[in-house]
């Protein structure tokens, strides 16, 4: 079984920065590939980035490149790390896993964003 926590969300300004963590509680993280996804009111979830067992990374186009997403394995943790906030990032932001071969699909319980203008 697997379980994933989300930290790091919170009230931050236009312009500023946030570091999102994902802390995965079960073995073999290095077996899943991990993702953050996010969904602001009245929206559908939305992909923000992925990142490969092996480290492979994407991104969504809206991003602009201010979001880096990263794992560690030492830690058994994925980050998240939001530069250059804007209020339309305000979402929460949900961590996800995904085994290898695998249809089992975990998420986390979220962690809201808010960016003010």
């Known amino acids: 079984q697997v379980q994933l926590v989300e930290s790091g969300g919170g009230l931050v300004q236009s312009g500023g920065s946030l570091r999102l963590s994902c802390t995965f509680y079960?073995?073999?993280?290095?077996?899943?590939?991990m993702g953050w996804y996010r969904q602001a009111p009245g929206r559908q979830r939305e992909l923000v980035a992925t990142i490969s067992s092996g480290g492979s990374t994407n991104y969504a186009d809206s991003l602009e490149g201010r979001f880096t997403i990263s794992r560690d394995g030492v830690n058994n943790a994925m980050y998240l790390q939001m530069n250059i906030l804007k209020p339309e990032d305000t979402a929460v932001y949900y961590c996800?896993?995904?085994?290898?071969?695998?249809?089992?699909?975990?998420w986390g319980q979220g962690t809201q964003v808010t960016v003010s203008s």
């Open positions: 996800n896993a995904v085994k290898i071969g695998y249809l089992n699909n975990y």
């Open positions: 079960g073995t073999s993280f290095p077996l899943y590939n």
